[in-house]
């Protein structure tokens, strides 16, 4: 699966931005999609995940209530709405995916990789 994030941008504290990954190669509904972020002289963190179906949904708890991803499979896209952004959410957005069904947080089980599109949250 070849993977590419787009949408990252500069955003005042308070604004909202949605993130899109297009995906290509292979049947996307097979893969649990996932989105991570890594800040500057952080690790790579997750932030949200969801299965083909739409019915698993993961977030981490720094993002619950303002973050929401979705996604079409007729378009092979995977969204990640954000809202009411912080400073602290400023990061290389990365979209990720795994064949792991039902979902995972763990780094090392996405299997594919985007290249990572920069958010940047001004206070």
């Known amino acids: 699966v070849q993977l590419q994030a787009f949408g990252g941008g500069l955003v005042q504290a308070g604004g909202s931005l949605r993130l899109s990954c297009a995906a290509s190669?292979?049947?996307?509904?097979?893969?649990?999609m996932g989105w991570f972020r890594q800040a500057p002289g952080k690790e790579r963190e997750f932030v949200a995940g969801?299965?083909?179906?739409?019915?698993?949904?993961m977030y981490a708890d720094s993002v619950k209530g303002r973050f929401t991803i979705s996604r079409d499979n007729s378009k092979n896209t995977v969204y990640l709405q954000m809202n009411s952004l912080k400073p602290e959410d400023t990061a290389v957005y990365y979209c990720?995916?795994?064949?792991?069904?039902?979902?995972?947080?763990?780094?090392?089980?996405?299997?594919?990789w985007g290249q990572g599109t920069l958010v940047t949250v001004s206070s």
């Open positions: 990720a995916a795994t064949p792991t069904a039902w979902g995972t947080q763990t780094i090392q089980q996405y299997d594919y």
């Open positions: 969801i299965n083909w179906s739409g019915v698993r949904i």
């Open positions: 190669g292979r049947t996307f509904s097979n893969y649990y």
